[in-house]
């Protein structure tokens, strides 16, 4: 059954999901006249504006928002999963995941601005927003808001990065992995309830620790390898057009294979089109549309440009791309060259980008069973949590990322169509 799923998957993103990336991506791009390059600057100085933003008012504080919905886009995906992409497409993979995250900025920008746009006011005093409220606006058709919810809920309970958290915390750290499952099960459950507020100061404590350690430690690597630079991005942009040989434990590649990889790995790091970002910053208290939406710019510079980049910088520089290891000790490996003890901060790593984004998705999937029944939702989606993860953890992780890679390969087939058909409703400007 996996591995029929395992064709599908690769089929939908292969022949279908990077078409639609690459064409709504390029459409917004062409026509805000590339918004996400000419007014970077001035997104840059509207982020930094929000960290003054007063407290009060119906909603969340902008950069609450903010740090929920990075907590879901900056994960072990960015570690892990990207590695994949150099491990089965070669280097190259990097130059078309830069061309996916490209795109993929005015494509969330889109994304948060119709789910602004469609808001409503709710009964706690905040908002509600997101797909199931713009797309029957897209299709016209009311069955497309469930859809999405159910697909939602299915791929708000993160199997796979908690699948990856556990395992490696009882592995390296030598613990039980029955108590490991049952106590992040716990800390899961207990912290999303607290709504997109709560997370939001997790993700806010936790995410910026992870970014300078991560980022510290890599920079530390690359500038004592600064001499293989140059061969490494030269090996980047010449292998996303040609197809690549057998070398030592890679098995070679054809450029649409390298291409489809690139874009699929870098699209899931950074939840492109999925529409959990459009649901987390619609419950923002700013009333700009676009100057949140451009939030979703940044989030995507963070996660493609910084932290998915520097993950496959190491493991190209080290030699660990074609060396045949699991793709999850990839980098821990290169950064174990230079750095002692990284069977123990590795753990540490994934628990911190593991438990943000676990927590980022789980809300989203909590109001999303709402939408669905006010009654019954919440409880059927704890109960589906309560049964998913614990059990995915001890399959094999391609399995659990099977799942989620193709419960958001739907995600996005249907919210960027939606999108498109909505696309003369997208403006650009943060004034």
């Known amino acids: ?72 886009c900056i994960g072990i995906g960015n570690v892990v999963g990207i590695c994949t992409a150099v491990q089965i497409g070669g280097p190259g993979a990097l130059f078309w995941a830069w061309v996916g995250g490209l795109m993929g900025m005015l ?6 601005y119709l789910g602004m746009k469609y808001r409503v006011r709710n009964e706690s005093g905040s908002y509600d927003g997101g797909p199931m409220y713009f797309l029957p606006a897209a299709y016209k058709v009311r069955w497309v808001a469930p859809l999405v919810c159910i697909l939602l809920c299915v791929y708000g309970v993160e199997i796979f990065m908690f699948n990856v958290m556990a395992d490696s915390i009882a592995t390296n750290w030598a613990f039980d992995p029955y108590w490991v499952v049952a106590i992040l099960l ?38 004592h390898r600064w001499a293989e630079l140059p061969g490494v991005f030269a090996s980047i942009f010449e292998g996303a057009f040609t197809t690549q040989a057998a070398l030592g434990g890679f098995a070679g590649s054809s450029v649409m294979l390298t291409i489809s990889m690139g874009l699929s790995r870098g699209a899931y ?23 949140q939406a451009s939030l979703g710019i940044i989030g995507i510079f963070i996660d493609t440009f910084v932290i998915c980049t520097l993950s496959i910088l190491l493991v190209l520089t080290t030699g ?51 939408f669905l029944s006010r009654r019954w939702g919440p409880l059927l989606y704890y109960t589906y949590a309560a049964i998913a993860l614990p059990l995915f953890a001890f399959i094999p992780s391609t399995q659990a990322f099977v ?11 249907l919210n960027l169509t939606g999108m498109f058909l909505l696309r003369k409703q997208v403006t650009f400007n943060l004034s």
């Open 269 to 291: 790091s950074g939840d492109i089109g999925i529409g959990y970002n459009a649901i987390i910053h619609a419950e923002s208290r700013v009333t700009h549309i676009g100057r």
């Open 186 to 223: 716990v800390a899961t459950l207990a912290v999303g309830a607290g709504g997109i507020n709560r997370v939001g100061e997790v993700c806010s404590a936790i995410i910026p620790l992870f970014i300078l350690l991560y980022l510290g430690m890599a920079f530390w690597v690359l500038g």
């Open 320 to 370: 660990h791309w074609n060396s045949g290891i699991d793709p999850a000790l990839m980098v821990q490996e290169a950064l174990g060259l230079t750095f002692p003890y990284m069977h123990f901060f590795m753990p540490f790593f994934l628990f911190l980008l593991g438990y943000s984004t676990i927590l980022a998705y789980f809300v989203v999937g909590v109001k999303c069973a709402k």
């Open 1 to 72: 059954m996996f591995q029929l799923l395992e064709q599908i998957n690769e089929f939908v993103w292969a022949h279908v999901a990077f078409l639609l990336i690459l064409g709504l991506g390029g459409y917004f791009t062409i026509r805000s006249g590339f918004f996400q390059i000419r007014k970077f600057p001035a997104v840059i100085r509207c982020f930094g504006s929000f960290f003054a933003e007063k407290t009060g008012g119906p909603g969340v504080h902008p950069m609450k928002a903010f740090f929920a919905a990075i907590g879901g």
């Open 403 to 413: 799942i989620m890679s193709l419960s958001g390969a739907a995600l996005l087939l």
């Open 107 to 112: 494509i969330q920008y889109a994304e948060i």
